[in-house]
């Protein structure tokens, strides 16, 4: 490795985005979208020891599960670096979901309108640590479609929290919703320095 080398990979920003949301909303499918390497992915299998403590009846055919996290990276720019680690969804997991959060300037919170009420704990959850969040709505197939603002309305929503639709397989879309968090919580950011500085 030469010194220019060295010397670019110094100067480049890194940053860590989280990828929430409840159980089988796509979070592994959205990070292995959009990541440039092979994922780390910490999945098991879903057993009968899962019965009645993971509700499957919305993902019958969800054979795995995330029981750590999933890890990932993308190159925005030559000198901007995302690292992603999407969470664990079945509650039984949540308690990593403060490590995981630890330095993450943002999240993507994954959301299904088939199963919106999986979505008020995370949400809580960041809105409770004061870390920018976005909503996403993964739009599997076979799912009815609904304007943002019926769904920001339903999930009870701040007006300034951005609602965004996608297909977590698509890896354009995915990186659509990186920099849209990105962009987000640069501005919350901003606000904050303003309002601290006054």
């Known amino acids: 490795m030469d010194f220019e080398t060295t010397k670019a990979q110094r100067a480049a920003a890194s940053t860590k985005i989280v990828i929430a949301g409840g159980f089988g909303v796509g979070k592994s499918t959205l990070v292995g979208a959009v990541s440039e390497i ?8 879903v057993t009968n020891e899962s019965e009645g403590v993971d509700d499957l009846a919305a993902v019958p055919t969800k054979a795995t599960t ?39 300037i943002g999240a993507i919170v994954l959301v299904d309108v088939a199963r919106l009420d999986e979505s008020f704990s995370p949400l809580d959850y960041f809105e409770s640590k004061g870390i920018p969040f976005i909503v996403a709505v993964n739009e599997f197939d076979g799912v009815p479609r609904y304007p943002a603002e019926e769904i920001a309305a339903a999930l009870a929503l701040p007006a300034e929290v951005p609602i965004i639709s996608l297909d977590a397989r698509d890896r354009e ?3 659509g919703a990186l920099v849209k968090i990105t962009e987000y919580a640069l501005m919350r950011l901003r606000e904050q320095l303003t309002v601290n500085a006054n």
């Open 66 to 104: 995330t029981v750590a996290m999933d890890f990932g990276r993308l190159t925005l720019a030559e000198d901007l670096v995302l690292y992603l680690f999407g969470t664990p969804g079945q509650r039984r997991f949540w308690f990593m979901w403060d490590d995981l959060c630890r330095g993450a």
């Open 38 to 45: 092979d994922p780390l992915r910490t999945e098991a299998l």
């Open 173 to 175: 879309q995915a990186k």
